[in-house]
């Protein structure tokens, strides 16, 4: 029994070391800046059915953070500093989003075709 | 020789954890209904948090009206790791209600959203009893996949109890959600739970509301089910969490 227990262990392990190196490489970049609690740009255009990563730079010093239920992602980004933030696959739509910290300013939204 | 994606490898992953754990467990057999947890922290988020379990078991005196309360308070230290500390009490089914332990707890984020097939976490808790010599530890593995507005986590647990007054012994536990996210304010989901004595699933509704100022309160409520005989046959269980920056 304790050797079966352990054997489930080492499995589990491996998978999850092949699961680490199952990266795609070429992904598409897309990059997003904040500024003066602005998304710059406001809209970003996305291949359909395509994992995107997205790079947010938050120039301004106070954090911000990228919001988003339709495309289900949370991401806070300090004052200063880049965030990665990876969308997708998804099918032809728009996509709003919003910083929670400037609701009222910081709106854009991605069009995916 | 057809070569396969990484999505599907990953997704292969996932459920290749599940279903290989699931069938041999040997798991905790106190109260294992509890929540489900995803694998995310966000850096500079305060968290006021209240879980409550009622059991309901006709067939154990013991069991039966039982309500445990933790009441916690956490914050996202960095974009990887989060703390809580909670305080648990109880009123033991039937005994006067009182503070029955204290525990830490501590999440860190592996990967980042989105970016392999599955998300990847893992939850360090330590509990200790107030009266008496009693001690727990456990260490979690969360996943969480997404297919579309289709989102499934798991968490497995091991832990070991100790201390003088407790048989000191290893434990683990799985737990189950598959949600869907029909809109903020509300998406239903289901649960399994599975322990040495214990096998429960059931339905469970969620649901957010923002406030200004990033503030936002979110819910989760609903009944586990037990599947065996030694389960309690109904556990209800309700979550309410206020977060804020």
New interface residues.
């Given amino acids: 029994m304790l050797e ?2 352990a054997c ?1 262990r080492l ?2 392990l491996w ?2 070391a ?3 190196k ?3 490489a070429d992904r598409p970049i897309v990059e997003l800046e904040i500024r003066n609690h602005l998304f710059h740009p406001a809209e970003i255009l996305m291949p359909a059915h395509t ?1 995107v990563k997205l790079i947010v730079y938050n120039r301004d010093p106070t ?1 911000e ?1 990228f919001e988003s ?1 339709e495309l ?5 980004i ?1 004052g200063g500093q880049r ?6 696959p998804l099918a032809p739509g728009e996509y709003p989003f919003f910083g ?2 400037n609701p009222n300013t910081a709106q854009g939204k991605i069009i995916v075709k | 020789m057809r070569h396969r994606r990484p999505e599907y490898r990953g997704q292969t992953v996932f459920l290749s954890i599940t279903l290989l754990l699931a069938p041999g467990i040997s798991l905790a057999d106190g109260l294992v209904v509890d929540r489900v947890y995803d694998p995310y922290v966000q850096p500079l988020e305060t968290e006021l948090e209240w879980r409550a379990l009622v059991v309901q078991d006709d067939d154990n005196p013991a069991l039966d009206g039982l309500q445990v309360h933790r009441l916690g308070v956490g914050y996202g230290f960095t974009d990887r790791w989060f703390g809580e500390i909670y305080v648990i009490g109880s009123d033991g089914g039937g005994e006067e209600f009182g503070v029955e332990a204290v525990e830490l707890e501590a999440k860190w984020q592996l990967t980042e959203q989105g970016e392999y097939a599955a998300d990847w976490g893992l939850l360090f808790e330590l509990e200790k009893e107030t009266d008496g010599d009693q001690w727990e530890g456990a260490a979690t593995l969360l996943a969480l996949r997404e297919w579309g507005r289709w989102v499934g986590t798991a968490n497995l647990a091991v832990g070991y109890e100790w201390g003088d007054d407790i048989t000191s012994e290893w434990e683990s536990e799985l737990r189950l959600q598959g949600r869907y996210r029909l809109q903020e304010s509300f998406e239903p989901a289901l649960e399994f739970y599975a322990g040495e004595d214990y096998r429960g699933l059931g339905p469970i509704a969620r649901g957010s509301h923002r406030f200004s100022d990033a503030r936002r309160l979110t819910w989760e409520f609903g009944v586990i089910l037990g599947l065996t005989d030694e389960s309690p046959e109904q556990s209800w269980r309700l979550l309410v969490e206020y977060e804020f920056f």
């Fill in positions: 079966r227990t489930r499995v589990l998978m999850l092949a699961s680490v199952a990266v795609a994992k954090p953070e239920y289900n992602r949370e991401k806070v300090m965030a990665i933030i990876f969308i997708g929670e910290f």
